[in-house]
């Protein structure tokens, strides 16, 4: 029997006349979106792989881990998408389609770029915005009423913007000057060091506690973040006169949304967090020391351990995370790419026109 030799020299065929999709695929997860549509055009054997494997599944779960609130709405539009196909055939299509995100996002990414979207207003009536906060499913905002008695949050649906619920603040005649949402939960800070919990689906108080005894003439900065299973909050007094002080931080473990528990505490000496965050598998810590030096620590999202750090030169360097690399801005000018697997640095520039790159490099999520 002649074989033919265009045959015998691809390899992704003899793979899938042995039956070794497994292999097939692993092999496509390596490209990225323009990549796997050429191969789909290489063969009927290549294109029936591809769209009968889980390849546009891999690429997009790797894809994820770069912008991980902005594709966690494309998977919810996903997944409307399989939910309205069930409706009108009464049955799931044979494969989620992964492929149909990747041109959502390449076309979302074009009209954003050309300004071409919709935008609504929402009214919230006379109140006064201290903070605001969005993810994946809700937008909150923290608000001052007219009779400035006890704050509120106003939590609404970040897709068909209707309110779900209006939390009242636990704290007369303090404003609310951070918030973070985290699952059904979310997390507020007052100026006094409070920090205080609701379930958004209870709307009930579900947590309150201050990590540091704060008397009415001091003023405390706090910070904190939730993320994987802990809650790590840092509280610091502020001096009139720009003396650091210590620098108090507080790991607990979330049990359930009803329980949280102390793992741990921490002292920074004399230095002051700029800012705190979390990427993939990490939280983020920004702090400057009392030499005015900023350090930036990946610490894990189990145990809050330091993985791996870096020293800064500036007195108040700001990051960002995008496209899966860390990005510091130092004086407002000098950009620094960094892999945050290994903090290596891998480009560095300086800009003339830095509100200009700013906007373009750590653009909001949208």
């Avoid at 292999?23 to 294109?47: P, R």
């Avoid at 709307?203 to 009415?216: A, E, K, L, P, W």
């Avoid at 904190?224 to 473990?253: E, K, M, N």
Wanted: charged share 20%; net charge neutral; hydrophobic share 40%.
């Amino acid at each position: 029997m002649e074989i033919n030799q265009d045959a015998q020299l691809d390899i992704i065929h003899q793979l899938i006349q042995r039956d070794l999709i497994f292999i097939v695929e692993e092999i496509f997860s390596f490209l990225d979106f323009s990549s796997l549509i050429h191969c789909e055009c290489v063969s009927k054997d290549w294109n029936l792989a591809i769209r009968n494997g889980r390849s546009w599944q891999k690429i997009y779960n790797k894809e994820s881990k770069k912008n991980p609130v902005f594709h966690t709405a494309l998977l919810r539009y996903g997944e409307h998408e399989v939910s309205k196909c069930q409706i009108e055939n009464d049955q799931f299509p044979s494969q989620f389609p992964f492929k149909r995100l990747f041109h959502t996002r390449q076309k979302i990414k074009e009209n954003w770029g050309v300004g071409k979207y919709s935008t609504t207003i929402l009214k919230i009536g006379k109140v006064r915005v201290t903070c605001h906060v969005m993810d994946e499913k809700r937008i909150a905002l923290a608000l001052v009423p007219e009779d400035y008695i006890l704050p509120v949050i106003k939590v609404v649906n970040r897709w068909t913007l209707k309110i779900e619920c209006v939390l009242t603040g636990s704290v007369e005649k303090r404003n609310i000057i951070y918030l973070q949402l985290y699952g059904d939960m979310i997390f507020g800070g007052y100026k006094n060091g409070t920090i205080t919990a609701w379930n958004i689906t209870t709307r009930q108080i579900i947590h309150q506690f201050q990590d540091q005894t704060v008397d009415s003439d001091q003023f405390v900065q706090v910070l904190f973040h939730a993320a994987g299973c802990l809650f790590v909050s840092s509280t610091q007094f502020v001096s009139i006169f720009g003396i650091h002080s210590d620098t108090h931080i507080t790991i607990r473990r979330i049990v359930s949304p009803e329980e949280m528990v102390i793992d741990n505490t921490l002292v920074f000496p004399s230095s002051k967090v700029l800012q705190f965050d979390s990427i993939p598998n990490y939280f983020v810590l920004f702090f400057r020391n009392v030499s005015f030096k900023g350090r930036l620590q990946l610490r894990s999202e189990v145990d809050f351990q330091v993985v791996r750090g870096i020293d800064l030169e500036s007195e108040s360097p700001i990051f960002s995370y995008t496209n899966g690399l860390l990005v510091t801005i130092e004086r407002s000018i000098v950009y620094t790419f960094w892999d945050p697997e290994t903090l290596h640095k891998m480009f560095l520039f300086k800009a003339a026109f830095d509100n200009y790159l700013m906007k373009y490099f750590l653009p909001h999520t949208i």
